[in-house]
């Protein structure tokens, strides 16, 4: 057992030092990625279960490397954030958005909102506000064709700052989430004072929801308090068809997840949004 024991430590902290070792490599490799152009955006589109149509579509980052192909942005993100560069590829995410929602006008396709996922560096830069405001006007977009993704850890690192950053984004008619709703910190008074217009609630919960009482508990509170404060939901990774059933008879308002579609490239995106009108 002792040995046992040595030789599993050591794979222990031989793996712990490859995973740094490819950390540092990803990281280094991420200066770079913005200038080589190794950054797209994929769309994944949101259903409104009232209007059974679209209304949105959430932007995630995708980063293909030449060399090690696609890294997920669950291993990116993070690093990025640390490093600094996630400031500045926020904004080229925020720039891409608005440049390809013009198209989309343009184009003739129907009017929808795009929500983006802010980090809690981008999020508590000095001048937030007014430089999305800046960006969003030079491409010619409205603001509220676009909605902030902040999770709760986002908001609650410095809740005084946040809670006027949201008035001021709210104020400028963007719309503002609180995604990963249920998995962080969120203490009522909180959600009180942050004026956000919707919560997306965890795709943690609605994994077992057909099955198990407890996530079902848990959602149909989260559903009914939104709707006190005068909130509306989203559920995220909505798989099933039973899944979207439960979310409906409880009242949530839109749901997002590989039942109604995949994320999309630009190209696919477009059709869906041209075969899913309205109705
Ligand atoms: P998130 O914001 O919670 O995004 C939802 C994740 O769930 C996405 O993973 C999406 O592809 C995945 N998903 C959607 N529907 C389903 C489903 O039905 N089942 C399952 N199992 N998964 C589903 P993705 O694209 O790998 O992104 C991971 C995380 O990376 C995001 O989580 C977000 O925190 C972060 N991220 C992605 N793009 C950006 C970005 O542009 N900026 C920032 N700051 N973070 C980003
Ligand atoms: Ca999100
Ligand atoms: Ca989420
Ligand atoms: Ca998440």
């Known amino acids: 057992a ?3 024991g040595r030789n599993s430590f050591r794979f222990f902290a031989q793996e712990m030092q490859e995973h740094s070792l490819r950390s540092l490599q990803l990281s280094a490799a991420l200066k770079d ?21 679209i209304v949105g579509a959430e932007a995630l980052l995708r980063w293909e490397h030449p060399e090690w192909g696609a890294i997920s942005p669950a291993e990116f993100i993070p690093l990025a954030e640390q490093n600094g560069l996630i400031v500045k590829i926020g904004e080229w995410v925020l720039q891409q958005v608005a440049t390809q929602q013009k198209q989309w006008l343009s184009k003739g396709l129907p009017e929808i909102i795009v929500a ?7 999020f508590h830069q000095q001048n937030l506000v007014e430089r999305i405001s800046n960006i969003i006007q030079e491409a010619g977009v409205s ?12 908001a609650l690192k ?5 809670g006027k950053t949201i008035d001021a984004l709210s104020q400028q008619g963007f719309k503002v989430s609180i995604d990963d709703f249920g998995t962080g910190y969120s203490s009522m008074s909180y ?3 942050f004026a956000v217009h919707k919560l ?5 919960f609605i994994k077992d929801i057909v099955t198990d009482i407890d996530d079902q508990a848990i959602v149909t509170a989260i559903i009914q308090m939104a709707h006190s404060l005068h909130k509306t939901t989203i559920a995220e990774g909505v798989e099933t068809q039973e899944q979207l059933e439960f979310l409906k008879e409880k009242g949530c308002e839109e749901i997002q997840g590989y039942w109604y579609s995949r994320p999309l490239v630009t190209e696919q995106f477009e059709v869906f949004l041209t075969t899913n009108k309205s109705n």
Do not use: G
């Open 191 to 193: 959600l009180k004072r």
């Open 158 to 162: 410095d809740p005084e700052v946040a």
């Open 143 to 154: 603001p509220s064709n676009i909605e902030i993704e902040l999770t709760e850890a986002v």
């Open 200 to 204: 997306k609630i965890d795709q943690s």
């Open 2 to 4: 002792k040995q046992d």
């Open 33 to 53: 990625a913005l200038s080589n152009d190794q950054f797209h955006l994929v769309y994944q589109p949101q259903l409104s279960l009232t209007d059974n149509a």
């Open 116 to 122: 983006i996922n802010i980090s809690a560096l981008q």
